[in-house]
């Protein structure tokens, strides 16, 4: 079976602070990409950064980094300087390739950003 | 480049009756996926198309489900004699062809079944 599991139901900071969001996911194919997707109060989806599973460096999108680990299958989150549009659901989730390219998901972290 | 649109954004209807989603992809993406959301819960895989054709349907998608993509481009999404169970947010999705290409998701389509 292949799943995601974000362990952290809810996290709180302050602006401006860094925060980190945990996950961790169970496959037995070599070949995946990973993602971090947002879904803010609005409902809509949106990709906040991707990582190719055959790439070693963790990627990097603005204030969005990731700690990608593929031994212990981790994939986790960091968001440095926080804001107040970073409010959200986040949701990790990967997919395999090649093939449907279907996205499994998390059961997600709600991030909430305190002024 | 107006994003994946849906219609109707809400939807309440009773139990038993036939409820249908329609999805619009952003235009040229082949791929077309629609997803399933609950409260408190990240989005399940339900099916996924191939330009018209429809490759792969999850468990999920009971028979009481059917979902078409005529000419390669909109998609619906129906629900036959709608349960409490099925109350959710039904998401769509497209994709370019390309393996790895990014999803990008629709704002949903909410389902409360009374």
């Known amino acids: 079976a292949q799943t995601v599991t974000q362990s952290q139901p809810e996290m709180s900071v302050q602006e401006a602070e860094t925060v980190t969001l945990s996950c961790t996911y169970d496959?037995?194919?070599?070949?995946?990409?990973l993602f971090w997707y947002k879904q803010p109060p609005s409902r809509q989806m949106i990709l906040v950064i991707r990582?190719?599973?055959?790439?070693?460096q963790n990627a990097t999108e603005n204030r969005f980094s990731v700690n990608f680990q593929k031994a212990a299958k981790s994939f986790s989150l960091k968001i440095s300087d926080s804001q107040l549009g970073d409010t959200a659901m986040y949701f990790c989730?990967?997919?395999?390739?090649?093939?449907?390219?279907?996205?499994?998901f998390g059961q997600g972290t709600r991030l909430t950003i305190n002024p | 480049d107006t994003g994946v649109s849906q219609d109707p954004r809400h939807k309440i209807t009773k139990r038993g009756q036939n409820v249908t989603f329609r999805c619009d992809p952003i235009?040229?993406?082949?791929?077309l996926y629609w997803y399933r959301q609950t409260l408190g819960q990240g989005p399940e895989f339900l099916t996924y198309?191939?330009?018209?054709?429809?490759?792969?349907k999850s468990r999920l998608l009971s028979d009481r489900f059917s979902a078409e993509r005529p000419k390669g481009s909109f998609s619906t999404l129906e629900i036959q004699r709608t349960e409490q169970g099925d109350s959710a947010m039904y998401l769509c999705?497209?994709?370019?062809?390309?393996?790895?290409?990014?999803?990008?998701f629709g704002e949903g389509s909410w389902l409360t079944v009374v």
């Open positions: 496959t037995s194919e070599n070949n995946y990409y």
């Open positions: 989730a990967f997919m395999i390739f090649p093939g449907a390219q279907k996205l499994v």
């Open positions: 999705a497209s994709s370019p062809h390309s393996s790895g290409n990014t999803i990008y």
């Open positions: 235009s040229e993406h082949n791929r």
């Open positions: 990582q190719e599973a055959y790439k070693q």
């Open positions: 198309f191939q330009n018209e054709a429809q490759l792969e």
